[in-house]
Structures are given as structure tokens and as C-alpha cells.
């Protein structure tokens, strides 16, 4: 069998990739790489407030809701990404939520979105990237509209109220910058440690850490500490989920063939890696083709101007030598 899914479910693992709602039935060549590749899909964007939340009281699921459609013909799950985070708020936040409703906004929310797919989703990214390393406060929570308007409960809340709405969907807790073992890396580990510890101690309930892997070639490798990172998370029972791996090249020089080639290996090592850690049961890219990548935006984009080939498949739909390398490092699980 040749496809990522097709490796991946001899051996029991989720695969699978973030998607966009128009391009799953408006782009065919997209529509079929993704039914082909992958049994676990995530929303780059749908299923954030900022897609979901076009008013106050408005809910708008037609992108989310596609993206379950599509899902459920092809035997595909989903995860859903996210219910609170510091970015992708609506413009009609700032004014309308204030500390005295916001916990009401959040507790709605949740009950409404993760209420309406209960049952449905594989797992919910509950609270996404909560933890700063340059935060000054002593448990490292990073200023966001959520912290200021609820406090730093505001991560139980979510958690509490997920769990609520959907007692079926595993409830994750997301992040970056975790991966490799420079010093902002281990600290952050650390600092996302203590949160789940703390979580745990006081009965919150949390099934999952999510690890985005947003990988960048040129940076030290992930290795020993990541490991040890994902152990303990075993240890107190929870799972791990690669949730976001992409590998930025912006800075690696070379011809194509070269830098392909580098890239492929940093799939190979680390989804081997990671694979081979009984708690880790799921491996998602964020995005499928070059063609579509959050790392051609301006904060990331190639110093060169050059289009990054950062995914599985490059921007004809042409498998990259990162999917051959990707595919055998599913086979040693
Ligand atoms: O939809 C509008 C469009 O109507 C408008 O014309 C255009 C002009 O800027 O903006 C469009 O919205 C953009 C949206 O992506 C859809 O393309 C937003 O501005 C832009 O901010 C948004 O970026 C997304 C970003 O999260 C913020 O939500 C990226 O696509 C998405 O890849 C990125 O994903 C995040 C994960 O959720 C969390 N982890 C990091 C990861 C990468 O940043």
C-alpha cells in the first residue's frame, strides 16, 4: 500500500493533516490527496472564534461542517482546534466581552461548538498555546484576553466545561516551541509540566498534550529532552499527538534536490522518534501540499523569496521525497 494512511492503520496510528472546508470539494486534485493520505483531518481555520464567530450571538459551522461531511464519507476522524486561544478573536471581542461575561462567553462557546459535534470528534484542542517563556508571572501563563478577563482558572474552565459538552472527545492541551533542546525548549517543557501537573492535582480533566512540531531544519534537532517529555506525560497516563508538524527551511540554502534532502531526513528522525513512543497515537501536518502553507506567510516565508517545500507533497500534488521518509518512519512503529 502506498499512501500515509494506508501505513499508518497497518499499524494503529491516526494520520492526517489540516484542512480548509473550500478546497475539499472546490479543488479536486486537494479533495483526493486528502481522502487518500490521511484518517484523522483538523481545521487549519474553521473551527476557531474567528471562523466560527461572525456577531456576538452568531454561530456560523458551515466551513466546520463541511469538513465533518467530508470526514464522514471517506471513514476519515477529526480533531477540533480550538476553543480558546489568544489569537483568531473577532473583531466584535474587543468591547463586547468584558470580566464580567467573559466567563459566560467561554462556557457558552464551548457548550455550543463542542456540544454541537459531541460524539463526533476524535479529540478538541480545549486551550492552545497558553504557556509563555517570557511571561513574568510563576506559572508562565502568556497575557491574553482570557487570562485578563477570567484569571488563570480560565484553563480549568475550559477544560471542565469540554468535558461536559463532549465526554466522548479526548481533551487536549496544545502548544509550540517544545520540541528541540534549546534552552527556551526545555524551559518550556517544563513550564507546560507543571500546568498539567497542577491540572491533574486539582481533577481537571485532560486526556492529551498536543506537540504542533512547527520544526525549523537549521534549529538544534529535537531528541533526548522531547523524549523524556513525552515519557513523563505517559507516566501521569496521558497521550501525545504530533498535532502541527511542518518543517520550515527559510534559511537552508542549496538546490532543491538538497534541501529536499534535508528535509526529508528531519521527517524521518522525528516521526521515528516520536512514533516509537507507545503514547504518541497520532500524526498530523499542518497542511498537505505546499501549494497551501502558513509558512509562505511573511513571518516565515524563504529568505530567498522562493516557495518553502515544507509538506508531504509539493505544489503540483507530486509526492516529495519528506513523504517517502515520512511513510517509512510510520513502518517502524
Ligand atoms: O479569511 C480571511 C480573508 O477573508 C482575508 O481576505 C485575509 C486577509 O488577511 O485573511 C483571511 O484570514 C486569514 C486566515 O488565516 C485564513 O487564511 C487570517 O488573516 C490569518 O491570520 C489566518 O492565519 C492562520 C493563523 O493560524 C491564525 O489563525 C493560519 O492560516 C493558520 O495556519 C495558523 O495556524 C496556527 C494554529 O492555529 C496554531 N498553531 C500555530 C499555527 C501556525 O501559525
Same mark, same amino acid.
Given at each position: 500500500p502506498r499512501s500515509l494512511r494506508a501505513h499508518a492503520e497497518q499499524r494503529g496510528l491516526l494520520v492526517g493533516c489540516a484542512v480548509v472546508p473550500d478546497r475539499l470539494t472546490g479543488e479536486p486534485p486537494y479533495g483526493s490527496v486528502v481522502a487518500e493520505q490521511a484518517n484523522l483531518l483538523v481545521a487549519e481555520n474553521a473551527m476557531k472564534w474567528g471562523a466560527l464567530r461572525p456577531a456576538p450571538g452568531k454561530f456560523d459551522f458551515r466551513g466546520a461542517d463541511e469538513i465533518l461531511a467530508f470526514a464522514a464519507g471517506h471513514k476519515q476522524k477529526v480533531r477540533g482546534h480550538n476553543l480558546c486561544w489568544h489569537e483568531s478573536i473577532p473583531k466584535w471581542f474587543d468591547g463586547a466581552v468584558t470580566r464580567d461575561n467573559a466567563r459566560q462567553f467561554l462556557v457558552q462557546h464551548i457548550q455550543t461548538v463542542a456540544g454541537r459535534y459531541a460524539g463526533k470528534l476524535h479529540s478538541w484542542d480545549v486551550v492552545n498555546e497558553a504557556i509563555d517563556t517570557k511571561s513574568d508571572r510563576p506559572d508562565a501563563l502568556r497575557k491574553s484576553p482570557w487570562l485578563e478577563l477570567i484569571g488563570p482558572d480560565y484553563i480549568e474552565l475550559a477544560f471542565r466545561t469540554a468535558r461536559q459538552a463532549d465526554p466522548a472527545a479526548l481533551l487536549t492541551y496544545n502548544d509550540y516551541g517544545i520540541e528541540n533542546d534549546s534552552a527556551d525548549n526545555r524551559e518550556k517543557r517544563g513550564q507546560v509540566l507543571q500546568l498539567v501537573r497542577r491540572m491533574k492535582d486539582r481533577g481537571v480533566p485532560i486526556d492529551a498534550v498536543g506537540v504542533q512540531s512547527h520544526l525549523t531544519v537549521t534549529d538544534p534537532a529535537p531528541g533526548a529532552g522531547l523524549q523524556e517529555f513525552v515519557r513523563e506525560l505517559r507516566r501521569m497516563g496521558l497521550q501525545v499527538f504530533v498535532?502541527?508538524?511542518?518543517?520550515?527551511?527559510?534559511? &537552508?540554502? $542549496?538546490?532543491?534536490?538538497?534541501?529536499?534532502?534535508?528535509?526529508?531526513?528531519?521527517?524521518?528522525?522525528?516521526?521515528?522518534?516520536?512514533?516509537?513512543?507507545?503514547?504518541?497515537?497520532?500524526?498530523?501536518?499542518?497542511?498537505?501540499?505546499?501549494?497551501?502553507?502558513? &509558512?509562505? $506567510?511573511?513571518?516565515y516565508a524563504r529568505i530567498d523569496g522562493k516557495p518553502q517545500r515544507c509538506l508531504p507533497f509539493d505544489s503540483d500534488y507530486q509526492p516529495s521525497p519528506a513523504f517517502f521518509a515520512y511513510r517509512d518512519a510510520l513502518d517502524t512503529r
Amino acid at each position: 500500500p502506498r499512501s500515509l494512511r494506508a501505513h499508518a492503520e497497518q499499524r494503529g496510528l491516526l494520520v492526517g493533516c489540516a484542512v480548509v472546508p473550500d478546497r475539499l470539494t472546490g479543488e479536486p486534485p486537494y479533495g483526493s490527496v486528502v481522502a487518500e493520505q490521511a484518517n484523522l483531518l483538523v481545521a487549519e481555520n474553521a473551527m476557531k472564534w474567528g471562523a466560527l464567530r461572525p456577531a456576538p450571538g452568531k454561530f456560523d459551522f458551515r466551513g466546520a461542517d463541511e469538513i465533518l461531511a467530508f470526514a464522514a464519507g471517506h471513514k476519515q476522524k477529526v480533531r477540533g482546534h480550538n476553543l480558546c486561544w489568544h489569537e483568531s478573536i473577532p473583531k466584535w471581542f474587543d468591547g463586547a466581552v468584558t470580566r464580567d461575561n467573559a466567563r459566560q462567553f467561554l462556557v457558552q462557546h464551548i457548550q455550543t461548538v463542542a456540544g454541537r459535534y459531541a460524539g463526533k470528534l476524535h479529540s478538541w484542542d480545549v486551550v492552545n498555546e497558553a504557556i509563555d517563556t517570557k511571561s513574568d508571572r510563576p506559572d508562565a501563563l502568556r497575557k491574553s484576553p482570557w487570562l485578563e478577563l477570567i484569571g488563570p482558572d480560565y484553563i480549568e474552565l475550559a477544560f471542565r466545561t469540554a468535558r461536559q459538552a463532549d465526554p466522548a472527545a479526548l481533551l487536549t492541551y496544545n502548544d509550540y516551541g517544545i520540541e528541540n533542546d534549546s534552552a527556551d525548549n526545555r524551559e518550556k517543557r517544563g513550564q507546560v509540566l507543571q500546568l498539567v501537573r497542577r491540572m491533574k492535582d486539582r481533577g481537571v480533566p485532560i486526556d492529551a498534550v498536543g506537540v504542533q512540531s512547527h520544526l525549523t531544519v537549521t534549529d538544534p534537532a529535537p531528541g533526548a529532552g522531547l523524549q523524556e517529555f513525552v515519557r513523563e506525560l505517559r507516566r501521569m497516563g496521558l497521550q501525545v499527538f504530533v498535532t502541527e508538524l511542518d518543517i520550515n527551511e527559510r534559511k &537552508l540554502e $542549496g538546490s532543491i534536490a538538497e534541501r529536499d534532502a534535508a528535509i526529508a531526513k528531519l521527517y524521518k528522525d522525528y516521526v521515528t522518534m516520536m512514533v516509537a513512543e507507545p503514547n504518541v497515537s497520532a500524526v498530523l501536518t499542518w497542511g498537505i501540499t505546499d501549494r497551501y502553507t502558513w &509558512l509562505d $506567510g511573511p513571518k516565515y516565508a524563504r529568505i530567498d523569496g522562493k516557495p518553502q517545500r515544507c509538506l508531504p507533497f509539493d505544489s503540483d500534488y507530486q509526492p516529495s521525497p519528506a513523504f517517502f521518509a515520512y511513510r517509512d518512519a510510520l513502518d517502524t512503529r
